[in-house]
């Protein structure tokens, strides 16, 4: 399926009169630095000018290319497909007006004809798919920065919102699917092929229903074992469960099967969008964690609370060796505590927040580290940034600076050095509890 996601040629079908659907698609291919060849079709023919480049509108699609996004009326899809079969390898449908408002029969006159022709369909009733490692923005959702994330979602609406939340936390993504009904493709399609994708370093999955439960669970034990994948499954409820299925036409299915299959396999299971980027943001850092976790914080307060979430989450406060504890004496002020949560008190700058760090990195019973700050106004947040990028250490480290005006500068700085920032304490922690199942997995997976 590599070509719907690094095409080097596309057609779009549709109107192309500002605001419809087919040309908002057109907009984000041309503004999006697509450098393959483009062509827009309209019976009507004419041209159509996006971002001073003036493309001729073809009447009908004369020549190959490698993916066709179609944005008309339901009932001319499958004879638009049986005319252009030859000439294209994937047809992303963007129409809606198929199985899921009941017009099952004309849903499987489009897969006959697309299967008939060897073509791929990603569809119907979807908002398109980008390439993001390719320049290729095939959707009319807000365009994003290139990164490791490959987001697939069953709702379009979903997809977008989820893409610009994405934007607004600094994720960068290597590709979006959204495939609506999932009519040819489906979930566990783009699931296996981003689990061999080399630009895709985490996948993340909104679902409300699948449509081949033994394939999905075969694919899903395939693709944790490459990469984290994580999952928001919506339809657990029994009315949630109806509205998924009004929704894409898809039957939901039973939550609790859903959640033997995530857990089998160390799926990471969230419970809503901000949890989403949370973990993706986790997964960008690290690959995995243990679940003995050391916590430094200038603040005892927040030390406290990240004490508190990680007990609930199933975590443990490691318990530092007697080296560890005479080492940070040696090197703490008196007034500090050198038990885990270890507190650094208000005053603490670079040395001491550098030198803590490397201590309890070197400590064997101690698998990851949280770092909390809350800098008084006369420590600049960037100076205790500074300590975490030049600590010498292979463990996880995530870092909770807080808040405001206050810590933008550093947070900047970290995120400059490939450390995310997490606005509380217990997002933190829950953060090294995602890294810990995916320790747990490799474990399993070693020893299989």
Same mark, same amino acid.
């Given at each position: ?19 419809? *659907?087919?040309?908002? *698609?057109?907009?984000?291919?041309? +503004?999006?630095?697509?450098?393959? #060849? ?23 699609? %004369? ?12 009932? /001319?899809?499958?004879?638009?497909? #049986?005319? *252009? ?31 008939? =022709? ?41 997809? !977008? ?17 959204? @495939? ?12 296996? @092929? ?45 009315? !949630? ?13 039973? @939550? %609790? ?13 969230? $419970? ?5 980027? %949370? ?7 690290? +690959? ?20 508190? =979430?990680? +007990?609930?989450?199933?975590? $443990? ?33 670079? +040395?001491? @927040? ?8 070197? #400590? ?17 947040? %960037? ?24 810590? =933008?500068?550093? *947070? ?28 747990? /997995? ?7």
């Amino acid at each position: 399926m590599e070509f719907f996601f690094y095409p080097s040629s596309v057609a779009v079908f549709g109107s192309f009169k500002k605001g419809a *659907i087919a040309y908002e *698609i057109l907009r984000n291919i041309i +503004e999006g630095g697509f450098e393959g #060849d483009v062509t827009p079709v309209n019976p009507k023919g004419g041209d159509v000018e996006i971002a001073n480049v003036r493309l001729k509108v073809e009447k009908k699609l %004369e020549k190959n290319v490698d993916v066709a996004i179609i944005a008309i009326p339901a009932k /001319f899809v499958p004879p638009l497909i #049986d005319e *252009i079969g030859d000439k294209i390898k994937g047809a992303v449908v963007i129409s809606a007006g198929f199985s899921e408002v009941g017009n099952v029969e004309l849903e499987k006159e489009l897969i006959e004809k697309a299967r008939d =022709k060897g073509v791929k369909v990603v569809g119907p009733n979807c908002a398109g798919i980008f390439g993001v490692h390719a320049n290729f923005f095939g959707s009319f959702e807000v365009r994003v920065n290139k990164g490791g994330l490959a987001l697939i979602s069953q709702s379009g609406a979903f997809g !977008g919102a989820a893409l610009a939340m994405g934007n607004e936390e600094g994720i960068g993504f290597s590709a979006f699917v959204s @495939y609506g009904n999932a009519a040819d493709l489906t979930e566990s399609d783009f699931l296996k @092929y981003f689990a061999d994708d080399k630009n895709t370093k985490v996948i993340a999955l909104y679902i409300e229903g699948v449509k081949d439960g033994r394939k999905f669970i075969e694919v899903l034990k395939y693709a944790t074992s490459k990469k984290p994948v994580i999952i928001l499954k919506a339809g657990k409820s029994k009315s !949630g469960s109806k509205a998924a299925q009004s929704h894409t036409g898809s039957m939901a299915g039973s @939550y %609790e099967i859903y959640r033997a299959a995530f857990c089998q396999f160390n799926a990471i299971e969230v $419970e809503e969008m901000e949890e989403l980027f %949370e973990a993706a943001k986790t997964f960008e850092m690290y +690959e995995s964690g243990g679940k003995r976790i050391a916590i430094i914080t200038n603040s005892g307060g927040p030390g406290v609370l990240a004490t508190d =979430k990680a +007990e609930k989450l199933g975590l $443990e406060i490691a318990k530092l060796s007697e080296k560890t504890i005479n080492a940070l004496m040696e090197s703490l002020p008196p007034q500090c505590s050198v038990k885990n949560p270890v507190d650094l008190i208000a005053d603490a700058d670079y +040395e001491r @927040y550098k030198k803590t760090i490397e201590i309890l990195c070197r #400590d064997e019973n101690v698998d990851s580290l949280l770092i909390i700050c809350v800098p008084p106004i006369f420590i600049p947040s %960037e100076e205790i940034a500074r300590a975490i990028i030049d600590t010498n250490c292979n463990k996880p480290i995530v870092v909770n600076f807080m808040a405001g005006d206050l810590v =933008k500068n550093g *947070i900047r700085l970290l995120d400059a050095h490939g450390f995310k920032n997490f606005l509380t304490p217990e997002r933190a922690v829950r953060a090294l509890k995602w890294l810990s199942l995916r320790k747990v /997995f490799s474990n399993q997976d070693q020893s299989q």
